[in-house]
């Protein structure tokens, strides 16, 4: 079972980035994304569950970032737009074969499987 993150990159204040994260192995229910600033504790940004219908984004991310799944890819985004120099950090994907309630979505230890991180950095 693995998780591969990709789509980092260095972006200016206001632009764009879409992220990737690839399953390979197994199907997963549910999966989140999380990023780690410097000096900083790894933090929940968004997560999907079940066929996609179910989304649920931190408050810092939420109308700017967006999460969706392909299935038929396996594959899950996170489209993020109008970045800021906050933004930046390295960015995980985590995944769970079952669900996990809407409760639990933020807390990391209710995942799995890890990603390997791809760093995002927004300059200002």
């Known amino acids: 079972v693995q998780l591969q993150a990709s789509g980092g990159g260095l972006v200016q204040a206001g632009g764009s980035l879409r992220l990737s994260c690839v399953a390979s192995?197994?199907?997963?229910?549910?999966t989140g994304w999380f990023r780690q600033a410097p000096g900083k504790e790894r933090e929940w940004v968004s997560a999907?569950?079940?066929?996609?219908?179910?989304?649920h984004y931190a408050d810092s991310v939420k109308g700017r970032f967006t999460i969706s799944k392909d299935s038929a890819k396996n594959t899950v985004y996170l489209q993020m737009n109008s970045l800021k120099p906050e933004d930046t950090a390295v960015y995980y994907c985590?995944?769970?074969?079952?669900?996990?309630?809407?409760?639990?979505?933020?807390?990391?230890?209710?995942?799995?499987?890890w990603g390997q991180g791809t760093q995002v950095t927004v300059s200002s």
């Open positions: 999907i569950r079940s066929s996609g219908t179910s989304t």
């Open positions: 985590a995944a769970k074969t079952g669900r996990i309630i809407v409760s639990e979505v933020h807390r990391a230890g209710a995942y799995d499987y």
């Open positions: 192995g197994r199907t997963f229910l549910t």
